[in-house]
Nanobody, 130 residues
Framework: QLQLVESGGGLVQPGGSLRLSCAAS????????IAWFRQGSGKEREGVSC?????????YYTDSVKGRFTISRDNAKNTVYLQMNSLKPEDTAVYYC??????????????????????WGQGTQVTVSS
């Protein structure tokens, strides 16, 4: 079992920044590809970003956050981060991190599909409002 715990959510004004953290425990963190998903009220869960388990830590982003969000991982701390800048009201959602031990070469076509992931955190609320 891999346990994931998100933190860092909160209320921020439009244009502001937040950094989310996803702390993992229980299994070898390095083997897992880690993604951030979000789910707004009444909406489907959406893939936001993903970082692979490979040495090059390849990253993926959904179009709406490119240039504003940055995903990174610190394997020594078993933690993945999502730096969110220039936040917009439409970024308001519960943000979840998720993990899957998938061959990184297959990640490009699968990273944003929730059913591909084996482990999920409990989520952290991000609200962007003035």
């Amino acid at each position: 079992q891999l346990q994931l715990v998100e933190s860092g959510g909160g209320l921020v004004q439009p244009g502001g920044s937040l950094r989310l953290s996803c702390a993992a425990s229980g299994r070898t963190f390095d083997y897992y590809n880690i993604a951030w998903f979000r789910q707004g009220s009444g909406k489907e869960r959406e893939g936001v970003s993903c970082i692979s388990s490979s040495d090059d830590s390849k990253t993926y982003y959904t179009d709406s956050v490119k240039g504003r969000f940055t995903i990174s991982r610190d394997n020594a701390k078993n933690t993945v981060y999502l730096q969110m800048n220039s936040l917009k009201p439409e970024d308001t959602a519960v943000y979840y991190c998720a993990a899957v031990a998938l061959d990184p070469s297959k990640l490009a076509g699968a990273w944003s599909t929730p059913r591909e992931y084996d482990y999920w955190g409990q989520g952290t609320q991000v609200t962007v409002s003035s």
